[in-house]
C-alpha cells in the first residue's frame, strides 16, 4: 500500500495534488510520501517484534537527509557502502553504533573515517580488506567490530545485474572458506569477530532462495562457535522485492519474509541485522513528468517526455518496468491507446516504455511513474547538460523541496578552464 491516490480526479500524494507541486517546482521531479516511508519501515520492525534486532535501511536506495532523518527518528539503523554515505547518515543524526558498513572495495581512508566516527561493525567482503582493516585499527588504537560476508552459492532467481549472492558474484567470501578465513580474522590485532553477514541480491519475488541461504548461515553459525568464535549477530540482508506493475504477482510480504527468518535462524539466540531499501523506498515514490509532444511514426505514437533517462536509469540499465499513470484521472470508459514513451535525451536507450496502453494525452499533460522511490534519484546524472531533478517530499497537507533543481549556471560554473601559459 501507498499514499498516492486519486481524489477528485487528480492524482495526489497524501494530501497533496501533484498538478499542485507540479506548478510550484516545475517538472520533472521526484515525490516522495513520508506515511509510505514510515509504513513499510514499520512493516518490518513490527515483524521482528519478537527477536532483538535492528533494521539498517539500506540507503543506496534513496539517500537523501530528509529520508534518513525520517527513518532514523524511527528507530532505523544505516546499511552504507561508502565514505560518502557514512557522511550522509551521520550527518542525517544517525549514531554510530546504529551504522553497519558494507562493500567491497573500502578504502584505508574510509575505514579511518568510519572507526574516528564510530561505527557498529564492518561487513567485511575479503582476506585484502580484512588486513588493511587490521592495520588501519591497530594504527588507531581501536577496534574494529566486524561480521564476514559468506557468499552461499545461492541463485537469487532475480535480474542478472542485481544478483550477489551466486559464486562468481564479486561479493563476500565462498562459504566454504568460511572456517578458515573465520580463523584469521581471530589472529589479526584489531578486530573483533560479533557475526555473519549474507546478501544474495535485490528484488527478490520468492521466499525459497532465502531459506536455502539462511539453512547454510544457520548451520555455519553452529560451527563457528564450536571452534570458538563468539557468534551473536547475524546480518541477513535486504533485497526483498516490490510490485512493479499494479497487475501483477505481489511478492512475499514482510510477515511471511520475518517468519522466514525467525523459522531458520530464530533458534540460535542472534541478534538480526536487515537491510531493506528497495521495499522501504520503491514504493514510497512516484517520478512526475510533462508530454512535450505526442509523435506519430512509421507504425507507432510516441509520447516525448520531459523526464528522462539521465533522470531515472532504470529502464534503460534494467529493462526495468514501471506502471505510468496520467495526473488527471482519465474518464470512466476512456479507451486506452498504445505510445512508446521515451524522453528527450540523445539516445535511443532513452525509452521509458514500448507499445505501452495509456489513456489518450497531449503535450502539457503530467504523467507519474510509479514506485520510482528507490534507484531513482541516487542514480541519476547530469548527462546531456540536464539538471539533477528536484526531490520532493510530503507530508499530510504539506510538501517541501528536499533537493532543489541547480540552474544551468551552477552546472556550467563547477568547470574549471585552465589558464595554460
Not at 376 to 397: H, I, W
Request: contains cysteine.
Amino acid at each position: 500500500m501507498d499514499h498516492f491516490l486519486y481524489r477528485d480526479g487528480c492524482l495526489h500524494a497524501e494530501d497533496v495534488a501533484i498538478s499542485q507541486i507540479a506548478a510550484e517546482v516545475g517538472t520533472p521531479f521526484y515525490l516522495y510520501s513520508s506515511a509510505t516511508l514510515l509504513r513499510h519501515f514499520k512493516l518490518f520492525d513490527d515483524a521482528l517484534a519478537g527477536m532483538d534486532h535492528l533494521i539498517c535501511y539500506a540507503m543506496k536506495a534513496a539517500s537523501n537527509q530528509a529520508i534518513l532523518t525520517l527513518l532514523g527518528a524511527a528507530g532505523a539503523g544505516m546499511d552504507v557502502v561508502s565514505g560518502g554515505e557514512y557522511a550522509r547518515a551521520r550527518a542525517a543524526g544517525i549514531p554510530g553504533d546504529r551504522i553497519v558498513f558494507s562493500g567491497v572495495g573500502k578504502t584505508r581512508a574510509e575505514m579511518t573515517e568510519v572507526l574516528t566516527g564510530g561505527v557498529r561493525q564492518f561487513n567485511v567482503e575479503s582476506e585484502p580488506e580484512m588486513r588493511a582493516l587490521s592495520e588501519v585499527a591497530s594504527m588507531l588504537g581501536k577496534t574494529a567490530p566486524i561480521t564476514i560476508r559468506v557468499n552461499p552459492d545461492v541463485d537469487a532467481k532475480t535480474h542478472a545485474k542485481i544478483s550477489t549472492g551466486k559464486k562468481e558474484d564479486k561479493f563476500g567470501i565462498p562459504i566454504s572458506r568460511a572456517r578458515e578465513v573465520y580463523a584469521m580474522a581471530a589472529r589479526l590485532p584489531g578486530l573483533e569477530v560479533v557475526g555473519i553477514d549474507v546478501h544474495i541480491g535485490s528484488q527478490l519475488t520468492d521466499l525459497a532462495p532465502y531459506g536455502v541461504a539462511y539453512e547454510k548461515v544457520a548451520e555455519l553459525t553452529e560451527l563457528l562457535r564450536a571452534d570458538g568464535h563468539d557468534i551473536r549477530r547475524l546480518d541477513l540482508g535486504g533485497g526483498l522485492g516490490i510490485p512493479y506493475e499494479s497487475n501483477n504477482h505481489h511478492p512475499p510480504s514482510p510477515e511471511d519474509y520475518c517468519a522466514l527468518i525467525a523459522e531458520k535462524v530464530g533458534h540460535l539466540g542472534c541478534e538480526i541485522e536487515i537491510e531493506p531499501g528497495r521495499f522501504i523506498a520503491g514504493n514510497a515514490g512516484v517520478f512526475v513528468s510533462e508530454v512535450i509532444y505526442v509523435k506519430q511514426g512509421e507504425d507507432r505514437e510516441f509520447l516525448i517526455v520531459d523526464g528522462a533517462m539521465n533522470d531515472l536509469i532504470r529502464p534503460a540499465m534494467y529493462d526495468a518496468h514501471h506502471d505510468i499513470v496520467p495526473i488527471k484521472a482519465p474518464a470512466a470508459g476512456t479507451e486506452y491507446q498504445a505510445y512508446d514513451v521515451v524522453g528527450p535525451v540523445c539516445e535511443s536507450g532513452d525509452t521509458f516504455a514500448k507499445g505501452r496502453a495509456l489513456a489518450p494525452l497531449k503535450a502539457g499533460d503530467l504523467i507519474a511513474f510509479r514506485s520510482a522511490g528507490a534507484y531513482g534519484a541516487v542514480m541519476a546524472s547530469e548527462y546531456n547538460t540536464r539538471p539533477l531533478v528536484p526531490e520532493v517530499m510530503v507530508k499530510g497537507d504539506q510538501f517541501a523541496v528536499i533537493r532543489p533543481r541547480p540552474s544551468l549556471e551552477d552546472i556550467i560554473n563547477r568547470d574549471i578552464i585552465p589558464q595554460w601559459h
